[in-house]
Nanobody
């Protein structure tokens, strides 16, 4: 069984930075895509950033140039460096693992950008 555990959320002032981490455990195939999605209250879940096994990254339009997704030092971990945060970045951030067999989601971590 695959499990995803997110960490690093919290409260930050506008203009600040946060780093989220996600660690996947269980039976994970090598060829996978990991990434982040977020959901603000009353809104649909949206793409933040995803990272393929080949290192190719795809970003949502609203975060491009401010956020950076990368592989962690440990296997099957990813990080999301978030800079220049604005109140519009507030929401629950979910880690996702996509494989040829299934999709897996973490429980989510809250990010709140407020002064």
């Amino acid at each position: 069984q695959v499990q995803l555990v997110e960490s690093g959320g919290g409260l930050v002032q506008p203009g600040g930075s946060l780093t989220l981490s996600c660690a996947a455990s269980g039976s994970i195939v090598n060829d996978n895509i990991m990434g982040w999605f977020r959901q603000a209250p009353g809104q649909q879940r949206e793409l933040v950033a995803v990272l393929g096994g080949d290192g190719a990254a795809l970003y949502g339009a609203s975060v491009k140039s401010r956020f950076t997704i990368s592989r962690g030092d440990a296997k099957d971990t990813i990080r999301l460096q978030m800079n220049s945060l604005t109140p519009d970045d507030t929401g629950v951030y979910f880690c996702k693992l996509h494989t040829s067999q299934d999709d897996y989601w973490g429980q989510g971590t809250q990010v709140t950008v407020s002064s």
